[in-house]
């Protein structure tokens, strides 16, 4: 049972136009989720995360919205640029037993010039 | 240079022979982590160790074992490797401590069982 799912394994978007990557969970117990992004042949890199109090945390052109209530988190990227392409991985884990991340499957996130 | 290095970055083995992964950090610690990643999927954990003296399993340890010698090394040990083994491999680190935490991943090994 997949308790992470990332439903679209790609995404291709215009440099400028904003990148909407969606990650959809099923375990009530996750309190803090974060996004990884991966580029070929290196490891995954943290980008942004949110804590379960929140509905929404910015950085920069990243922003992370958590619905906490329909259990879907999003990661805008705008303006998108070229070199965010690169594969974005979705994690989950509960407070208290943080060492046990639960990864999507991943998004191939494709920004054309 | 990197905060999370691991050697080798690929390897090619034979079904059978025993391999060991090594990860090495200098973010100062105190958990590491190994996970590997098959094509089209997310990571799977592995082992954790939370200091040196602690070692747990994760979701597929089986065929695996670990090794914290130290508190920036971590490795990972196939004692009899097998095809299904062939994959990506990668090591993390985190803090400690915290109620949520970050996890901060080296660069990966490339596996291949023949």
């Known amino acids: 049972d997949q308790q992470v799912k990332q439903n679209s394994p790609s995404l291709s978007v215009q440099e400028g136009r904003i990148s909407i990557l969606n990650c959809d969970y099923t375990?009530?117990?996750?309190?803090?989720f974060l996004w990884y992004k991966k580029y070929p042949a290196e490891g995954p890199t943290f980008l942004i995360s949110i804590s379960s109090i929140k509905d929404k945390n910015e950085d920069g052109r990243f922003t992370v919205f958590l619905n906490k209530s329909a259990k879907h988190l999003s990661l805008h990227i705008v303006p998108s640029q070229p070199g965010d392409s690169a594969v974005y991985f979705c994690?989950?884990?509960?407070?208290?037993?943080?060492?046990?991340?639960?990864f999507g499957k991943g998004t191939l996130l494709t920004v054309n010039p | 240079d990197a905060d999370v290095t691991q050697t080798p970055r690929n390897r090619i083995t034979k079904t059978g022979k025993r391999i060991m992964l090594e990860c090495s950090q200098t973010k100062g610690h105190d958990r590491m982590y190994w996970y590997r990643q098959d094509p089209g999927l997310g990571l799977q954990l592995i082992y954790y160790?939370?200091?040196?003296?602690?070692?747990n399993k994760g979701e597929i340890s089986d065929g695996y074992s670990v090794s914290r010698q130290a508190q920036a090394k971590f490795s990972l040990s196939l004692e009899s490797a097998i095809p299904n083994q062939t994959a990506l491999y990668f090591c993390a680190t985190s803090k400690g401590g915290g109620a949520q935490e970050t996890q901060y991943f080296g660069p990966g090994t490339r596996l291949l069982v023949l």
């Open positions: 160790s939370f200091d040196v003296k602690d070692i």
């Open positions: 375990n009530s117990m996750f309190d803090y």
């Open positions: 994690a989950a884990t509960v407070g208290g037993s943080n060492y046990k991340l639960t």
